[in-house]
């Protein structure tokens, strides 16, 4: 009798263990046109995370991940976020008083782009195309702040000093995936087994293998 309740107790132990481990890509199921959020658990507890919608990936990252009592925890990688905006800013002489910006802005392959210029705080917008793509702006001593915004591209952020006029050349890249950097993501897994796990009652909270 103490044997047979050793093994049911092993069998137990074994069967607990088995619905808990979590290995291969789980996705979400989209709902309309939702984002899909994927996590890949790898060897060593390692995962990759992602999210994609129909404007495609929108965040990426990765790290650890730990499975405890239905648990399951997301640890994120510390990772900078890259840019691939390329900046040239040349001081420009002239006779005049007045200081004068002429931006030159460009896609990857060196096509001309429509951006809006905008100065902080106060949010003062200048539209920028080729046939239009010179300001003047207020001498001053200080160093400002300007956002460069073009649909579909990745926002640049520079400082400008109002001491002089500048020729402002930008190579702008499009929009890439937010990496995700030292975040925490936990859930209280509702459900759990080796085609999908349920961090919640709703339909979206599921998480079904595509991949082993």
């Known amino acids: 009798m103490k044997k047979i309740l050793q093994i049911t107790i092993l069998l137990i132990s074994i069967l607990t263990f088995s619905q808990e481990k ?16 994927c996590i890949d658990f790898k060897e060593n507890n390692q995962f990759e995370y992602s999210v994609a919608g129909c404007l495609g990936t929108s965040h990426i990252g990765t790290g650890i991940f730990e499975l405890k009592n239905k648990t ?23 006779n005049s008083e007045n200081i004068k910006f002429k931006f030159v802005i460009k896609d990857e392959n060196g096509f001309s782009l429509y951006a809006n210029v905008v100065e902080q705080p106060n949010i003062k917008g200048f539209e920028i195309y080729k046939e239009k793509n010179t300001i003047e702006v207020e001498k001053k001593d200080s160093k400002v702040k300007y956002h460069i915004f073009s649909l579909g591209y990745e926002i640049v ?38 085609g999908e796990f349920k961090t919640g009652p709703k339909i979206w909270n599921t998480y079904r293998k595509i991949k082993r």
């Open 157 to 194: 952020e520079l400082e400008l000093e109002h001491n002089s006029s500048k020729l402002i050349e930008i190579t702008m890249f499009p929009v890439q995936a937010k990496v995700i950097s030292e975040k925490v993501f936990e859930w209280n897994l509702t459900e759990i087994n080796d």
């Open 72 to 94: 399951l925890r997301l640890t994120f990688d510390k990772k900078e976020q890259p840019t691939r905006n390329i900046v040239n800013i040349k001081e420009v002489k002239s």
């Open 22 to 37: 979590l290995s291969g890509k789980y996705c979400s199921i989209p709902i309309g046109e939702s984002d899909v959020a």
